[in-house]
T-cell receptor, first 111, second 113 residues
Framework: GQQLNQSPQSMFIQEGEDVSMNCTSSSIFNTWLWYKQDPGEGPVLLIALYKAGELTSNGRLTAQFGITRKDSFLNISASIPSDVGIYFC???????????WGAGTKLIIKP | DVKVTQSSRYLVKRTGEKVFLECVQDMDHENMFWYRQDPGLGLRLIYFSYDVKMKEKGDIPEGYSVSREKKERFSLILESASTNQTSMYLC????????????FGSGTQLSVL
């Protein structure tokens, strides 16, 4: 099945650093979503984006729906230890259509 | 608090065994999904269901079947487990109005020996 191109695959950062990750696709999506998976748990929705150009924040997290509708970005400011985990992007063609997933970005904070 | 519950966190089975993974949600969601997660491959959709007794194949249905006899319960069945089905299995549910907002269970780590 189709998969989104998510990068980077992993990130090693210092506590307090800002983090950026992105997803690109050859297809146009109507919805972009960002999920986070803590170790030993299922993914949890962080942010949902519904409109091209939309910029949405959730605390220290900010996500954008790309103008071309083929990409999305997630930024985390001033990272803290509980930010570790795997971040997944997902795109959706229409409201009740199945999601297309990225392979995930693993965030690791250097001690 | 909304909840998707998977019956086992860890499961060890032998090659050739029939395996049942159970998932129950308490949100009255019509949509339910089964994914498997492997390192570097992300989430791959096995089967999904948009209603009771309804099922659709996802991207990797081979070797699996599902059952949805009640709205709240979606079961994944491995008819004859093989070692390449060792993986983390995740169940999720959503409403049709917000189909992209999936609620996931904590996952079942299945090892087939």
């Amino acid at each position: 099945g189709q998969q989104l191109n998510q990068s980077p695959q992993s990130m090693f950062i210092q506590e307090g650093e800002d983090v950026s990750m992105n997803c690109t696709s050859s297809s146009i999506f109507n919805t972009w979503l960002w999920y986070k998976q803590d170790p030993g748990e299922g993914p949890v929705l962080l942010i949902a984006l519904y409109k091209a150009g939309e910029l949405t924040s959730n605390g220290r997290l900010t996500a954008q729906f790309g103008i071309t509708r083929k990409d999305s970005f997630l930024n985390i400011s001033a990272s803290i230890p509980s930010d570790v985990g795997i971040y997944f992007c997902a795109g959706q063609l229409s409201s009740n259509y199945q999601l297309i997933w990225g392979a995930g970005t693993k965030l690791i904070i250097k001690p | 608090d909304v909840k998707v519950t998977q019956s086992s966190r860890y499961l060890v089975k032998r090659t050739g065994e029939k395996v049942f993974l159970e998932c129950v949600q308490d949100m009255d969601h019509e949509n339910m999904f089964w994914y498997r997660q492997d390192p570097g491959l992300g989430l791959r959709l096995i089967y999904f269901s948009y209603d009771v007794k309804m099922k659709e194949k996802g991207d990797i249905p081979e070797g699996y079947s599902v059952s949805r006899e009640k709205k709240e319960r979606f079961s994944l069945i491995l008819e004859s487990a093989s070692t390449n089905q060792t993986s983390m299995y995740l169940c999720a549910s959503s409403s049709p109005e917000e189909g992209g907002k999936l609620f996931f269970g904590s996952g079942t780590q299945l090892s087939v020996l």
